[in-house]
């Protein structure tokens, strides 16, 4: 299955090993690789993951051919952010070969149309956060675990975060976001609460390390973004 090419992300897709239970009408999927944004990196993985199990019910797959998700598993993956010096992510498109596509081809840069799952999960993730072209080392975050139910990318969906900080501490966050934003998925709305906890302000990098400031720092509060701004009270 080496090659193959997930249409709505529009990213290369390497896949393993690929088995399927008939009684629990899931689909199972070995050592996972998706390509990055070619603006972003040519060689690079968006994401690599140890396996991938997706849930279907199998009577309208069978009978009417139709596809509905019921779960979507991700184990052990590794997921690489890179912002652009423009403000653009590399997850901010699906994939279109260009960090922001001209405003001319942003309605080919859209989220599949009601798409949606009953549930996603990522478990015992990696994440690694940086910069295109920096000598800043990134930021990497470990123990990532991520649930989110009745998931639709045209409407809002619940969603719990947890994740381990880089230089100790850990971040529960919870709330709500969408409708998915189709042409810069970077900006899409969520409403959230957020739990810091004994989280190193400057290995985290909230504070240049230079400055001399450190120290253990807690928070509990709201974090919520209309997809443009983002704030923290």
């Known amino acids: 299955m080496s090659g193959a090419f997930f249409r709505g992300l529009r990213r290369q897709v390497k896949l393993g090993d690929l088995g399927l239970s008939i009684l629990s009408g899931t689909v199972g999927v070995e050592d996972i690789s998706i390509s990055d944004d070619p603006a972003f990196s040519k060689s690079s993985s968006f994401i ?3 396996s991938l199990k997706v849930g279907v019910e199998l009577m309208p797959l069978i ?3 139709q596809l509905n998700v019921t779960g979507i598993a991700l184990n052990e993956p590794q997921i690489t952010l890179l912002k652009a010096t423009n403000g653009t ?3 901010s498109s699906p994939g279109t070969g260009t960090p922001k596509a001209p405003e ?3 309605s080919g840069a859209s989220t599949p149309q009601n798409f949606s799952v009953a549930k996603l999960e990522i478990k015992d993730g990696k994440l690694i956060v940086g910069k295109v072209n920096s000598a800043t080392k990134p930021q990497v975050y470990d123990k990532v675990n991520v649930e989110v139910t009745n998931f639709s990318s045209t409407s809002q969906f619940p969603f719990d975060l947890t994740i381990n900080r880089p230089g100790g501490g850990s971040a529960k966050v919870s709330g709500k976001a969408g ?3 189709p042409q810069d998925w970077a900006k899409t709305p969520f409403d959230a609460t957020m739990k810091l906890k004994d989280t190193d302000i400057a290995a985290a990098g909230f504070v240049d390390p230079a400055s001399g400031l450190g120290g253990l720092a807690d928070f509990d509060g709201s974090l919520n973004s ?3 701004h983002a704030k923290a009270a």
């Open 226 to 228: 209309n997809g443009g």
């Open 104 to 106: 001319s081809e942003k």
């Open 48 to 50: 690599t993951a140890k």
């Open 179 to 181: 409708p998915i934003n």
């Open 63 to 65: 009978f009417s051919k």
């Open 89 to 91: 992510w590399n997850f």
